[in-house]
């Protein structure tokens, strides 16, 4: 089985910006509380974590791969030094990459390694800056709407991939010695593959899907839809064409949703296989049927249907 690396800028997020008027002048205390150790960025001492925060974070990726069929993943504290140390490069700098040079404060060979093979949350440093909950941040990587590369959905592929088998993370939050708030989060996420342990409904991967709880939604999140060829083989999930794919929308019982903004790639972000699309004008709390028809898996044309709706 081939082992999946990560490419440039896939999964890079974010944080949440800073404001004129301060929303969050709580953000040292938020900080401070996720902390057994509390980090000294200006040292380069990222602190240690609350067991609790990392079972919470492990808890959220679980429950949204529960909405997708998937098998849920175990934490490895093996590799979360080198999540951590990624984590304290981003808030030492003030900025993200998925590449930081050597040249950056507090830059370590496990930083880089960190950075290299995660989902990755920062790159501000502001006085106002917003502090992000851990749910928040989960969110954040299932919509993809504050994505640096606008159209991706790179964090989102790999938290749904079925073959993923273990998890670690780091968060360094505070405060730099001018007084700006900071914060850098790295989720590694990428070179644990598994065999799939069970079927998944249908053979394909949907966002959103099913009854889907409006926390890991937001209206301008694009769709996606990925087929699962080979529970043993992930690389069989490269021979899915969606060249003469078309997607219908509809309201269950009602009109035809708009779609637009299709793309395809088998990029190896996660599955190797990604249709995205936006569809206009979903409400909250209505069914929506959706058909893609004419997909090519390993040379045969495929039609797939599911429905989905937003919850509270």
Known sequence: MRLFVALPLATACLAAPAVAQDRNPDFAARAAALYAEAPDIDQCRPGRLRPEVISTLTARVNAVR?????APVT?????????????????????LSHYPGSWWRCFTEDA????????????????????????????GWMTDVRHMNPGSIGHRRWLLDPFLATISFGRVAGLLPDGRRTDGAALRIIGSNRVVP?????????????????????????????VLVDLRDKTASEQVDYSDA??????????????????????????????????????????????????SVQGQSRDFSYAFRITP
């Open 66 to 70: 529960a909405l997708h069929g998937l």
């Open 75 to 95: 934490y490895d504290p093996a590799t979360e030094d080198t999540a951590t140390a990624a984590a304290l490069v981003f808030a030492a700098n003030g900025s």
């Open 112 to 139: 880089a390694t960190g950075a290299r093979l995660s989902n990755i949350f920062g790159g501000l440093a502001s006085e106002r800056l917003i502090f992000v909950s851990m749910d928040e941040m989960v969110t």
């Open 198 to 226: 069970e079927p998944v409904e249908g053979g394909f991967i949907a966002y959103p899907f099913g009854d889907y709880p409006s926390q890991f939604w937001d209206p301008r999140a694009l769709l996606s839809f990925s």
């Open 246 to 295: 078309e997607v219908l929308v509809r309201q269950r019982g009602g009109a035809t949703v708009e779609v637009g903004r299709v793309s395809f790639d088998n990029n190896a972000y996660g599955l190797p296989n990604s249709l995205q699309f936006a569809a206009g004008s979903l409400q909250p709390g209505v069914t929506y049927d959706v058909s893609i028809r004419n997909v």
